[in-house]
């Protein structure tokens, strides 16, 4: 078994805001990530896939292939949108890095194929970062 | 002469529209970044400020009262905000990285004593980055 | 489950010596790490926790939260120190990174509430770095 | 048990080309890493070993001597060299940074001695890495 | 006057080797990268142009046509290619990093209206840069 | 005139102290600097040479030549040191960057044939790096 990591890139805006609270308490726990007028980041998006690397080529995955199904499975419907307003599997879901991660896992593990999603890792800063494994 | 830099960081959302074109042509020219629900970036902040290091310390400049400045007059007005709506300096200002770099210079320059500022460089996306020397 | 990394920073000083030992075989085992008048690094910690996003937040952790307990347990009582002689939790303990690794481990596990410590990495310089897992 | 990680460095020239395809499906399949003047790669070769920390030395192995281990055994068979044709551990195998990972998995694990080699992670551009774990 | 630098990336082979003289002595200067089957880098390219902002736009340059020249007129000739073989701007020129910043500097500079080249910057590898300012 | 830059680098300890003042004054202005104990530092240094890259090898300087003067006059005098106690060129000097730069360049200037020794930098985080181009 081994595993294949790419890196892609996106940036976007987001804000942290849960509409049941008081617009206090949403400063309280969600502070400058709070703002009403949004904020951004750049995104690292790091996917690794494992396998057998296949005897004819060598490669657990085509990694031109694997980059094209993240860029048309996440990168193209999340760079420099907004992850409230412009996301369609964001929506309803509070834009936490951690539940991006979570939902790129869905978005790209049916696309797939003769391969294993393994982890989705996202950088939001350079000094924060989440994975998923799927479970 | 001795040349200091020190990288302040900040994260921001912004939007490029030029209100005086048609949509259009706002798409047509700046393309993702004309996305009305805003995008955003982490933005690396580089300032190099110039002169003899002083007899007593050493120091150009003291690297923690440096950075101090560079928080009050810059990295505190900039970071989880949007550019085009929350930052006062840059009221009026297109939004570009490149007048992002002047407004910047604006801010810190006065507030410098005992040394130069030298030069302003951001980091919009680890691929792009714009600096601007006063002149 | 979701793995919620956050970076922090500490410059030290220290020495690998064995008082067991001759200055000859010190040498020889530690090389320029033995040298009596200190040497130091800037060292990277990232620190891993684990559980389920909170449904409220997001969050596996609040990272600015995060960042406070690290700072409190680990950073501030590492930084600008020097491990030999200037951090009680090290005191008996040669100060090699993997050590110190599992001292950090033991001071932050007990201060993290509602998720679960899931890794201390250390980066001594770009190129080397140790990971402890609690066990 | 604790994590030891040594990162090391090599250039090296490869082409990947399946010489039982036709040399339409080579370029269909590796595109422009098919060239049969060669391309190459900075490669950034990640170690990791484990054990207990020595409690004479604090050390899951001596870095040093691991770094030793791993040019003597690895790198300065493989840097500035041309995998397909100047790696006698790389013979008949095609040059995929995923083999490339198993064959030096296999050149250093027998040459270690009181740890366990763990990984072997190779970055074949800042965007693309694999990782081998021995199974 | 802002400066704006894009950075695009390229893998090549290249071999130095003068053929005007003995192989003793080429192996004597050029050490490994003599090795007549070829060695290969990762290259990151940052190209520095300067200009006034354009009052209508922010942009010394829009940052994606900039991209677009350096790949047509750089990256796209030398990614996956040999130096010293593929590339039609190197025909008879050794393939230094010094002589290939030149070489990109003279495609570029043509190529480039309403604003001036300031620097063609290769890093060879993460140790080793180069830039050429076009006198 | 095309410019040449190695990265080097080197692990020291220092502390910022000026015996002339009191305690509470040196704590005052060297802050966290100041322990007695001395504190450390991965110091990355990158020396930039330049000069007209020689027709028949196409290099500025040969870089690896330009590598061991570097490790002779410099790397090899502070590496694993304490700047303080241990290294000649820096007796009776403040220990900061900024004066390391200036001493570096002084051990370097003379021993460079056939090139000008162009600008000594020193980062002595990844925020904060220092400057020096001989006068």
Redesign the interface.
Same mark, same amino acid.
Do not use: Q
């Given at each position: $078994?081994? =595993? &294949?990591? /790419?890196?892609?890139?996106f940036?976007?805006? *987001?804000r &942290?805001h @849960?509409s049941? #609270?008081s617009d206090e308490k949403n400063r309280e726990?969600?502070?400058?990530?709070n @703002?009403e007028? #949004? *904020?951004? *980041?750049?995104f690292e998006l790091y996917i690794t896939v494992k396998g057998e690397?296949d005897p004819?080529?060598?490669?657990?995955y +085509?990694?031109?292939e694997l980059s094209k199904i993240i860029k048309e499975k996440a990168v193209d419907r999340l760079? *420099?949108? +907004?992850l409230n &307003?412009?996301v369609d599997f964001m929506q309803g879901? $509070?834009?936490?890095t951690?539940?991006l991660?979570?939902a790129i896992w869905q978005q790209l593990e049916p696309a797939l194929e003769d391969c294993e999603l393994h982890c989705v890792q996202i950088w939001e800063?350079? /000094?924060? =970062?989440?994975? =998923? =494994?799927g479970?």
């Open positions: $078994m081994v =595993y &294949l990591t /790419r890196k892609e890139h940036n976007a805006a *987001h &942290l @849960n049941k #609270w726990v969600f502070g400058k990530c @703002n007028n #949004w *904020h951004g *980041h750049n690397p004819e080529t060598g490669f657990v +085509n990694a031109k760079d *420099h949108k +907004n &307003l412009d879901i $509070m834009p936490s951690e539940n991660a979570k800063t350079d /000094r924060i =970062y989440v994975e =998923y =494994y479970t």
